[in-house]
């Protein structure tokens, strides 16, 4: 199992994924285009062209909005450039008293490693589980400082730049500057990408969803996770209230010895091997 622990604070250049320019995504440069050509056509009574250019970028919009892997407003790495038997491990929704420390422990046990993807509020109420979390050689992400999830999709400027800034400000105690940024449940507002590319941030998918938040046993958890990891793949996880009991920290602890039995090492991947 090999120990990338030196790695975890590199901040080395990412060709494969490279950071998101400040301007406004070409797809939704494309679609307000065809709202305004749209219109254009009624005027010249083509109202049949005006109706299909109105509509015709929406789907391509909607998809580029909702699929946790689409690559249309935001790149986001959905896995890891490796030759070797490894997978990237990141818990989500954190930090949480009961479950931070015991998932800790679980991963010294395997000498893997991982990235918290934590929600800002949380952090800035328990900013010593985040130097913990650092102290342990472990790498901090940022999740948003509120986790809004049915509505951060239409967040406007201001409103992103609170959840961006907020949740960078809540990890500055603990000396935490995160790299990667990952939207709650992967739902990825219009003007992500300029707002990420002005803090040097990245946009961070997924390859295996674990569907732990709805999982009914930690075995049926490792069941359905073990058979879908490779090489490279990133891994999600979460922690906190929002897992059922049942599976909090128990279903972390299947899903690491799944992959010590499987030979997986849980490493940090570097910034350039994120695509
Ligand atoms: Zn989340």
Redesign the pocket.
Same mark, same amino acid.
């Given at each position: 199992m090999s120990g990338h622990g030196e790695h975890i604070r590199s901040r080395g250049s990412s060709p494969a994924l490279a950071p998101d320019k400040t301007g406004l995504p070409p797809l939704l440069v494309a679609a307000l285009a065809a709202k305004i050509a749209a219109a254009a056509a009624w005027a010249w009574s083509a109202h049949r062209l005006g109706a299909a250019l109105f509509v015709a970028p929406d789907p391509f919009l909607f998809w580029a909005v909702v699929a946790p892997r689409a690559q249309g407003l935001v790149r986001t790495a959905t896995h890891f450039a490796t030759d070797r038997r490894e997978i990237w491990l990141t818990i $989500? $929704?954190g930090p949480d008293p009961h479950d931070t420390p015991k998932i800790l422990d679980l991963l010294d046990r395997h000498r893997a490693k991982a990235t918290f993807f934590v929600i800002g509020e949380r952090a800035a109420r328990h900013p010593e589980l985040v130097r913990e979390i650092v102290r342990r050689g472990h790498e901090v992400a940022h %999740?948003t400082h509120t %986790?809004p999830r049915f509505t951060f999709w239409c967040a406007g400027p201001g409103r992103l730049a609170a959840e961006l800034d907020r949740g960078l400000a809540a990890l500055r105690p603990a000396g935490v500057r995160p790299r990667w940024f990952r939207p709650?449940?992967g739902i990825k507002p219009f003007l992500l990408a300029p707002a990420l590319g002005a803090r040097d941030l990245r946009c961070v998918g997924w390859t295996v969803r674990s569907g732990d938040c709805h999982a009914t046993s930690a075995g049926a958890l490792a069941a359905r996770v073990a058979p879908r990891l490779r090489s490279g793949a990133i891994l999600l996880l979460h922690e906190g209230p929002g897992v059922p009991p049942t599976v909090r920290v128990t279903g972390a602890a299947r899903v690491l010895a799944a992959c010590a039995e499987l030979g997986y090492a849980c490493v940090i991947p570097h910034a350039d091997q994120l695509r």
């Open positions: $989500d $929704d %999740h %986790h709650p449940v």
